[in-house]
């Protein structure tokens, strides 16, 4: 099937009930949601591919929790740019800093809203001082640390 072929094919309901069965838990084998779903595990794979192809489907991601391995900050910054059309530059060099695991383009007060993970504070202060307003276009930034993560779920289908 060609690019264009896959975009052009629409999201059924089997397809959206393999989908919110893999957001709830990306491990699940084709053959456990073949049998649910009462259809052949060859099924399940093809639409798979077909999502794939159409980019509904981006990869699988292992979501851990990053207390337990040692990261205790989690933290939004909203970023002034100095010119909005400074943004793809910022971009590319946040790229190159690891505890930024989110970056947005914004509307309103802030240019771009960020959301780093980080071991503690002091590490925190490092990643604000010395490497996120050391980058050239960024005007200054607002830092917001969260006390808890209340809800995180999947979009559903």
């Known amino acids: 099937m060609s690019k264009k072929e896959a975009e052009n094919l629409e999201l059924d309901n089997l397809d959206k009930q393999i989908l919110s069965l893999l957001l709830h838990d990306a491990r699940t084998h084709y053959t456990e949601i073949a ?22 489907v981006k990869g699988a991601h292992l979501s851990i929790d990053v207390t337990k391995v040692g990261y205790d900050i989690c933290a939004f910054i909203g970023i002034y740019l100095e010119k909005g059309s400074l943004y ?4 590319a060099q946040m790229k190159a800093i690891p505890e930024i695991v989110e970056v947005h383009y914004t509307t309103g007060a802030y240019s771009m809203f960020a959301k780093i993970i980080c071991r503690d ?22 830092t917001f640390i969260s006390l808890e993560e209340s809800i995180r779920r999947p979009v559903e289908v």
């Open 35 to 56: 049998r649910q779903l009462v259809v052949s595990g060859g099924t399940v794979h093809v639409r798979m591919k077909k999502m794939e192809e159409m980019g509904v």
């Open 121 to 142: 504070t002091q590490s925190l202060r490092s990643v604000l001082n010395e490497k996120l307003q050391a980058i050239p276009g960024i005007a200054r930034t607002e």
């Open 88 to 91: 793809k530059k910022v971009v």
